[in-house]
């Protein structure tokens, strides 16, 4: 069966180019990078120019990239090591309604230790409000986390107006660049930034890496206890083939950025046209100015999105309702709900995001495909225009 993949948000295949990187360190360059012979010091080397790589996408200094496991451990670090870092200063964190799990659970964590945490509202098209963001800022206020870019409606935050608030007043800046990185222009500098999560399996790279840019002088306590990895701030033997392949992905990010915005931007495009012009009461989520290149989210209205998504599988077609964590469960989308959209509305959307592979052929056979399966799920469906109340 034809297989069409439209969830490159949630997972992105590895470059060939990335995979040939990547396999040495598998075999003849097994070496521990802590090791003080051949092997452990080129592997070492080539992790400092993997680190190079990365550092030139974002415009940071090398050693400002710290490497993890991945963005959700990045969002760890980033915001623990700050509360435990700012402890003197205060205990209030402020954040968005629409962060990943990997940031609003660490949030919680930290609310049962007594710390309190602000979540700023946003708009319908999943934008936070400035004005809301600084009224909230109190003298216990430690630090900021916003992401750059939603994983679900796409919306690309203000950065620069929120580090410049954040500067104003003293705070660190956190942003979870996970969804950013490689579809959109990032200065670390020139936006102000302190602290930026990274992850490599959104950018053709592989499962499992990620970074976290941490702007010198910026000092946040280590969250694993251990050897003296990455400068001493993060334990843990290197996985090297893995950073070496984020690097790579990072290169390539870097050499294909603008080549890639628009491709993918124009097949979203397209993907929308096409869809809007072959289906009535379909909304579009998110906002159409500020979006990450690659992605669509859709509310298909009366009709039920797990469905709708079981049926794109028996054709072959790969999307989903929310954060490929949450996909699999029955939970409402937390950022839709912070869109302000009701509940049945939720249940109806559904994110599409195009990539790097997408053929104009793949959305062809896709919206036609899932033009059928939306009439017929709304034949049979309880609830349509009329039916409604
Ligand atoms: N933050 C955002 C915005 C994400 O979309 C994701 C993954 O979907 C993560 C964090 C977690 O990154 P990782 O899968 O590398 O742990």
């Not at 203000?158 to 950013?180: C, L, M, Y």
């Not at 050897?227 to 294909?256: D, H, W, Y």
């Not at 009709?303 to 929310?322: C, H, N, P, Q, W």
Request: proline fraction near 3%.
């Amino acid at each position: 069966m034809r297989q069409v993949y439209l969830d490159y948000s949630a997972t992105t295949p590895v470059k060939k180019e990335v995979l040939e990187e990547m396999l040495p360190y598998f075999s003849e360059k097994f070496g521990n990078p802590s090791s003080l012979y051949g092997i452990g010091l080129s592997a070492k080397t080539d992790i400092n120019k993997a680190r190079a790589k990365v550092a030139h996408l974002i415009g940071a200094e090398d050693r400002e990239i710290y490497f993890t496991s991945g963005g959700t451990e990045a969002d760890n670090w980033a915001v623990i090591g700050a509360a435990r870092a700012k402890k003197s200063k205060g205990n209030h964190i402020i954040t968005s309604a629409i962060e990943h799990h990997a940031l609003l659970n660490t949030c919680q964590y930290l609310e049962k230790e007594g710390y309190e945490v602000t979540y700023v509202s946003v708009d319908s098209k999943g934008r936070i409000n400035l004005d809301e963001l600084e009224k909230s800022i109190t003298d216990k206020t430690i630090l900021i986390s916003i992401m750059f870019a939603n994983n679900e409606v796409g919306t690309i935050q203000p950065i620069k107006e929120i580090s410049e608030i954040a500067k104003r007043n003293g705070i660190w800046f956190h942003t979870d660049a996970v969804q950013a990185l490689g579809n959109t222009p990032i200065d670390v500098k020139a936006l102000g930034i302190d602290m930026m999560s990274m992850s490599a399996h959104k950018i053709y790279g592989p499962k499992g890496v990620g970074a976290l840019y941490i702007r010198k002088g910026i000092i946040i306590p280590s969250l694993l206890s251990g050897g003296s990895q990455e400068n001493k701030r993060r334990a843990g033997t290197e996985n090297v083939a893995g950073i070496v392949g984020f690097g790579k992905a990072a290169e390539l990010a870097e050499a294909n950025l603008e080549e890639h915005i628009k491709k993918v931007s124009d097949l979203r495009n397209y993907f929308i046209e096409k869809i809007k012009s072959n289906l009535e009461d379909i909304d579009i989520n998110g906002d159409m100015e500020n979006r990450l290149p690659g992605n669509i989210n859709i509310t298909f209205n009366y009709v039920e999105g797990e469905a709708l998504l079981l049926y794109m599988d028996t054709k072959g077609i790969s999307a989903s309702t929310g954060s490929a964590c949450s996909s699999a469960s029955f939970t409402p989308s937390h950022v839709l709900h912070a869109l302000g959209m009701p509940l049945e509305k939720i249940y109806s959307s559904i994110r599409f995001t195009v990539g790097d592979f997408t053929t104009k052929d793949d959305i062809d056979y896709a919206v036609e495909e899932i033009v059928k399966i939306v009439n017929k799920l709304r034949s049979f469906s309880a609830f349509s225009k009329e039916r409604s109340w």
